[in-house]
């Protein structure tokens, strides 16, 4: 396949050059910044690129920035992005949208050759190479950005059982257990699901409102 690589390390461009000359694909750029990229991936129109999260002159997101703009841009091309390590938001935002031809590496990945160049023909074949590392760490952001997912099943059951109309004794009946258990996992609800202690307002009404938004 045609690659252009985008790092401002010289030494990691060389060493990824070298290793996709060596499995028989052709680097027809490699560059250091995010422009150099964009006009590259005009002039070549490769079938992959391989871009660093962030480059100059910040070194924040430019080669995010510059990822989105292809998969804009240039559908056609896959996109690979690598990071120094799991960077949630930059993540997210690149995952937003279509995933196909799409990769997101940690650069440790790219020492484990197989596996690095297998990401990388998977991406040219249209398909999605994922870190496991960035993988957990997005699970682990969808999870805490839903307050529900931390609701144990039975406190879960609860807030369904007080979405019906139920109060806190037809809910014991109805599950079996004493009316402490019941206030017990109500209160426990109400503390997961970061309601405010506000004498303004229904703690149990607002815990409907989040069950049912959900």
């Known amino acids: 396949m045609r690659v252009i690589l985008a790092d401002d390390s010289v030494l990691l461009r060389e060493g990824l050059t070298r290793l996709l000359d060596e499995a028989g694909h052709e680097v027809v750029a490699a560059v250091a910044d995010a422009p150099a990229l964009l006009d590259a991936v005009a002039r070549h129109r490769p079938d992959v690129a391989v ?91 969808a999870a805490h950005a839903d307050p529900l997912s931390r609701l144990s099943p039975r406190e879960s059951e609860v807030l369904r059982h007080l979405a019906q109309g139920l109060t806190n004794a037809a809910v014991a009946e109805r599950l079996h257990v004493s009316l402490s258990t019941v206030e017990k996992h109500v209160n426990a609800v109400m503390d997961k699901l970061d309601l405010p202690r506000d004498p303004g307002y229904s703690r149990r009404v607002l815990a409907v409102l989040r069950y049912l938004g959900g």
């Open 51 to 141: 871009v660093d999260v962030r480059m100059p002159p910040t070194h924040r997101d430019e080669g995010l920035r510059a990822a989105l703009e292809i998969r804009e841009r240039h559908p056609g091309v896959g996109v690979l992005v690598l990071s120094q390590y799991v960077e949630q938001h930059y993540a997210a935002r690149l995952l937003a949208g279509a995933a196909e031809g799409l990769g997101y590496l940690l650069k440790d990945r790219v020492s484990e050759v197989a596996e690095f160049l297998g990401s990388l023909e998977r991406v040219h074949a249209g398909g999605t190479a994922l870190d496991p590392e960035v993988v957990r760490s997005l699970m682990a952001r």
